[in-house]
Structure formats: C-alpha cells, structure tokens
T-cell receptor
C-alpha cells in the first residue's frame, strides 16, 4: 500500500500525559499536513511542512503541541500535558508541490483523553 | 476557525435517486475539492477542481467550480447503498496558503 499511513490508529490516555503520533506520507510527496477533526465537524488545519521546513501553523496549535519532520519524510505530532479537549481525530495528509496540487489523507489517529 | 457553508447537513434518499449538495464561501478559492469520509477513516478524495467554471466528472459523480470562485456543488447520480457516508467540500487559497478549509459535511443515507 503506497498511501499515507498513520500510527497508532487509536490512543487512549489520561489527562496530563504526553502523546506522540506518527505520519508516513506518500513517497516523493514533499508536503505534509496535520489536521484535527472533532465530532460533527470538518477537519481543521493545524500545520504543514514543505520538506523539513514548517511553513505555516494555525492558532489552534497551542504551545502544548509540537510537530516535526526532521528528514523531510515522516512527521511526528506531540501533544504535551493532554487535556480532555484534545480528544479528536488527528489526520495527516501529503501532497506534491505542483501547479495543481492535491492533498491525500491518511486513516487518522483517534485520541481519547480521559 | 474559518469554515465553508455546506448544505444540506444531511440527506435521506432512496437507492437510485440523484443527490445534490453544495458549498458556499465568503472567500475566493483557487481550488475546490470534494472528499468522502467513512466512520473512523480519513477523507478520500473524490474530485478536484482547479478553474472557475470547471465541470468535472468521476463516474456517477459530477462537481463544478463556481464562476465566482466562492462556491461549488457535487451531484451523485443513481445513488447506491455504498454512497453512504459524509461528504466534505474543501477550498484552498493557494499562492502560499496551502491549507484546506473544510465545510461541516453532508451526511448521506441511502435506503435500499
């Protein structure tokens, strides 16, 4: 399968714990995006990378959130000191810089903070 | 955060009927996309539109990029049970702002 992959698919954690999610984009895609989706809503943009550079961050990305893409391939999203409001589906998407760019999504990581 | 106005919120139809849903925005987008999402999964791309006025088909699906660049619609013809899911429109500004802005989705139920 050459699509976007995300791990883990599900994560249950206690409030105050740190969690880390991983995204592996489609190979040769140089852009990688993180979105968050809560129940009954569409995905909301968090941040994106072009190669290893983080080019845009949403105001939704509080200082408890950090994302990295150290070698321009896979990316990690870490949430420190989780809160119940962080419970959501975290989606990763990738694309290749082109005149007509299209973002392809992974299956997501569902986070539940107890 | 900013979202598109997508309607209807939900639809209940009989198998074989045609379906129409649309998205409007106060902002101009350079790209419109339509995705379908099944429960517990990520959105799957259905159709991408890159030019104002563009009409594009993908099997039984047809979508159009509005000429004002502030709206788009998606039609599904002769619906089948596997069309069940949530359909999202998304707009992309481009020109250095590459994030997608999503609608709240249209939940489609197809009765066999």
């Amino acid at each position: 399968d050459t699509g976007v992959s995300q791990n883990p698919r599900h994560k249950i954690t206690k409030r105050g714990q740190n969690v880390t999610f991983r995204c592996d984009p489609i190979s040769e895609h140089n852009r990688l995006y993180w979105y968050r989706q809560t129940l009954g809503q569409g995905p909301e943009f968090l941040t994106y990378f072009q190669n290893e550079a983080q080019l845009e961050k949403s105001r939704l990305l509080s200082d408890r959130f950090s994302a990295e893409r150290p070698k321009g391939s896979f990316s990690t999203l870490e949430i420190q000191r989780t809160e119940q409001g962080d419970s959501a589906m975290y989606l990763c998407a990738s694309s290749f810089t082109a005149y007509q760019e299209t973002q392809y999504f992974g299956p997501g990581t569902r986070l539940l903070v107890l | 955060g900013q979202q598109l106005n997508q309607s209807p919120q939900s639809m209940f139809i009989q198998e074989g009927e045609d379906v129409s849903m649309n998205c409007t925005s106060s902002s101009i987008f350079n790209t419109w996309l339509w995705y379908k999402q099944d429960p517990g999964e990520g959105p799957v791309l259905l159709i991408a539109l890159y030019k104002a006025g563009e009409l594009t088909s993908n099997g039984r699906l047809t979508a159009q990029f509005g000429i004002t660049r502030k709206d788009s619609f998606l039609n599904i013809s002769a619906s089948i049970p596997s069309d069940v899911g949530i359909y999202f429109c998304a707009g992309q500004f481009g020109g250095g702002s590459e994030k997608l802005v999503f609608g709240k989705g249209t939940k489609l139920t197809v009765n066999p």
